[in-house]
Every structure is written in structure tokens, then in C-alpha cells.
């Protein structure tokens, strides 16, 4: 079992950054794939960002494409989304996510925090 929390989220500006953090606990909590999605309002939730096990891979939703940055510090079981040049439309709840597989689909993820929420304003 993994247990995830986010925290980090707020409100922010357009064109301001933010870093999301996802700590988590667990006993294989440092050997999975961390994901981030988000979900707005009246829409479906959407892959953001994954991360490998160890680091090595990362892979990233096409939307936020050099304005989103994940990472992982292993030692510390935090996972990272750094945000820059927030928009609007970047507003959502941001929800952490483990997996002991590979990808961009929600199904792949059965361990999921509680999500954070991020507004941003123009």
C-alpha cells in the first residue's frame, strides 16, 4: 500500500510559478512511477506528468510541455511539479498518483493523495 499527500497549491497569478510536493509513505513507496494529474472544473481528469522509479524517465502532457517540471527525491518519498508561467486554464485540482507500471493512462494508477487545489488568475 502506498499512501499519497499533496500539498503546495494556492492562488497565484498568471505567469507566476508554483511547486507542487507529494509526500508519500509506504512500503514500496520509493520503487514506483509518480504521476501528477489535474481535473478542472466539469472536465475529466488529465495526465500531467509521470516520473520512473528512479528518475530516469520522465514524460509530460503535451499542454504543459517546458512549463512543467516533475521530479523526486527517493531518500525524502516527496514528488515534485514545478509550474511555471501558470495560466488560467492551468486551474484545477492537482492530484498525485503511484504505480508499479508505466504511462499517461489514469488506470494505470491505483494509488492516488487527496489533490491539491491551484487557481490561477489573469
Known amino acids: 500500500q502506498v499512501q499519497l499527500g499533496e500539498f503546495g497549491g494556492g492562488l497565484v497569478q498568471a505567469g507566476d510559478s508554483l511547486r507542487l510536493t507529494c509526500a508519500a509513505s509506504?512500503?514500496?513507496?520509493?520503487?514506483?512511477?509518480m504521476g501528477w494529474f489535474r481535473q478542472a472544473p466539469g472536465k475529466e481528469r488529465e495526465f500531467i506528468a509521470a516520473?520512473?522509479?528512479?528518475?530516469?524517465?520522465?514524460l509530460y502532457a503535451h499542454a504543459v510541455t517546458g512549463r512543467v517540471f516533475i521530479s523526486r527525491d527517493n531518500a525524502k518519498k516527496t514528488v515534485y511539479l514545478q509550474m511555471n508561467s501558470l495560466k488560467p486554464e492551468d486551474t484545477a485540482v492537482y492530484y498525485c498518483?503511484?504505480?508499479?507500471?508505466?504511462?499517461?493512462?489514469?488506470?494505470?494508477?491505483?494509488?492516488w493523495g487527496q489533490g491539491t487545489q491551484v487557481t490561477v488568475s489573469s
Open positions: 516520473i520512473s522509479a528512479v528518475g530516469v524517465r520522465t
Open positions: 509506504g512500503r514500496t513507496a520509493s520503487t514506483n512511477t
Open positions: 498518483a503511484a504505480s508499479t507500471d508505466w504511462g499517461t493512462r489514469r488506470s494505470l494508477y491505483p494509488y
